[in-house]
T-cell receptor
């Protein structure tokens, strides 16, 4: 069965500094990996996904994520954080043989001005 | 607005009452998903449809829950005899079609509070 782990409940970063939100996964088949962001009282907004190809995936709002097969990780990164990036971030995985997405518990990102 | 829409956005009900939520997917999307999200957790899969066919249901979906997508467009999720444990955000998502590479786009959710 597939699973996702987001080891940090909260990450604090000063504005302008680079940020990383960690994610590791477990699937038995080929992984399809996703990052979503959730603002208060809102649904999830899609940021980026990895299906195949280049291990570095670029997404919305300047975010990117690096797929590392040997470490089974898919960390979310941004070179320079903005206060407006403060939100709840979810990593998700889909086994290529399955149809549903499994989400992590989420990481709350605080960007400090 | 051409995104996924959900109605109502908020629902407060008393224990034992029935509630029904509606989801309108992005118009050309064939797949529609329902998730439940409780505080401090990520969304949990409940069920999904390919057009009007319900293809999978989670163990989380007890017999008090039923979902339909009668014409392959909008979907409804009904909870009968609500319990306090049903209090959660109910999220709907849609995607273009089968295939793990398809992105699921989410609606704003319906927040259910059972008193």
């Amino acid at each position: 069965a597939q699973s996702v782990a987001q080891p940090e409940d909260q990450v604090n970063v000063a504005e302008g500094n680079p940020l990383t939100v960690k994610c590791t996964y477990s699937v038995s088949g080929n992984p399809y990996l996703f990052w979503y962001v959730q603002y208060p009282n809102r649904g999830l907004q899609f940021l980026l996904k990895y299906i195949t190809g280049d291990n570095l995936v670029k997404g919305s709002y300047g975010f990117e994520a690096e797929f590392n097969k040997s470490q089974t990780s898919f960390h979310l990164k941004k070179p320079s954080a903005l206060v407006s990036d403060s939100a709840l971030y979810f990593c998700a995985v889909r086994d290529g043989r399955d149809d549903k997405i499994i989400f992590g518990k989420g990481t709350r990102l605080h960007i400090l001005p | 607005d051409t995104g996924v829409s959900q109605d109502p956005r908020h629902k407060i009900t008393k224990r034992g009452q029935n509630v029904t939520f509606r989801c309108d997917p992005i118009s050309e999307h064939n797949r529609l998903y329902w998730y439940r999200q409780t505080l401090g957790q990520g969304p949990e899969f409940l069920t999904y449809f390919q057009n009007e066919a319900q293809l999978e249901k989670s163990r989380l979906l007890s017999d008090r829950f039923s979902a339909e997508r009668p014409k392959g467009s909008f979907s409804t999720l009904e909870i009968q005899r609500t319990e306090q444990g049903d209090s959660a955000m109910y999220l709907c998502a849609s995607s273009l079609g089968p295939g793990g590479m398809d992105t699921q786009y989410f609606g704003p959710g319906t927040r259910l509070t059972v008193l």
